[in-house]
């Protein structure tokens, strides 16, 4: 049985960040570059905690996001939001706005954090997802090859600053990584349901980047779920295969409704 976390209808305008402490997951990726959202399709979508953006995501229809299931291991459900349309994370987030809120959040039941195990969630959304800045990603039926180069993305500040500044979405391009030099570079054996990617430059992943979206074209071809540290390696990052995933996905599509 599919594990599955109902969310209140609750529309939060006036909730109070005091309400609740928000969950220590900070956003941002290490080196990339400041891009438009339509340089990705509109695909990317916020995750916030209460005001705080703490995860990122992928749009994959007009009611349904992805994104990792580790963003949602604290805090109280109900005060999870999402915007999506717009590349600031805070140009679509003010004090009269209403977010789009999640009422249905899936994670996959054989979720195992430590062990990089099914790392991913699909939430509905209580407003359709519509706009001219927004696009839909396809799930991944494509097979990534080593040395193959992939865009991952991710919104909060430009780690090379080191300042909590209000940034806009940042990307890199960067390779597929083999599995066997994947596994001796960080130093752990992986399962088959994950991909490496980067690992050059010091461009790496960091916290918040969380749930955000590798992309092959049109598709989310992994879901971000690990980095051996933000910023100070040149380890690649790990990602859950969306193809390993995609009848879950799909599935709980089905499930959840449009």
């Not at 979508?45 to 005001?51: E, H, S, T």
């Amino acid at each position: 049985m599919f594990a599955l976390v109902w969310l209140s209808l609750l529309i939060l305008a006036g909730a109070s960040e005091d309400e609740d402490p928000s969950p220590k997951i900070q956003p941002r990726i290490f080196n990339g570059k400041e891009t438009g959202s339509g340089t990705l399709g509109g695909f990317g979508v916020q995750l916030f905690y209460l005001k705080k953006l703490i995860c990122s995501g992928t749009i994959l229809s007009t009611r349904h996001i992805l994104t990792a299931a580790h963003c949602f291991d604290v805090g109280n459900p109900q005060w999870f939001h999402v915007v999506a349309g717009y590349t600031n994370q805070y140009e679509g987030h003010t004090k009269t706005s209403i977010k789009n809120v999640l009422i249905k959040i899936k994670i996959h039941p054989e979720y195992q954090k430590v062990k990089f195990i099914a790392d991913l969630a699909v939430g509905k959304t209580l407003l359709p997802l519509k706009s001219n800045r927004i696009g839909y990603a396809k799930v991944c039926n494509s097979q990534l090859y080593p040395r193959e180069f992939v865009t991952v993305a991710g919104f909060g500040i430009d780690g090379r600053s080191g300042l909590g500044v209000r940034n806009r979405l940042h990307t890199m391009r960067v390779p597929i990584v083999d599995r066997m030099a994947c596994e001796r570079s960080i130093g752990r054996t992986l399962p088959p349901n994950v991909i490496c990617a980067g690992g050059y430059d010091h461009r790496t992943l960091c916290d918040g980047d969380s749930g955000g979206p590798l992309l092959l074209m049109e598709e989310v071809c992994g879901i971000s779920s690990w980095t051996y540290q933000c910023g100070e390696s040149d380890k690649p990052d790990v990602y859950m295969s969306v193809k390993f995933y995609a009848q879950f996905i799909k599935e709980t599509m089905q499930q959840l409704g449009y």
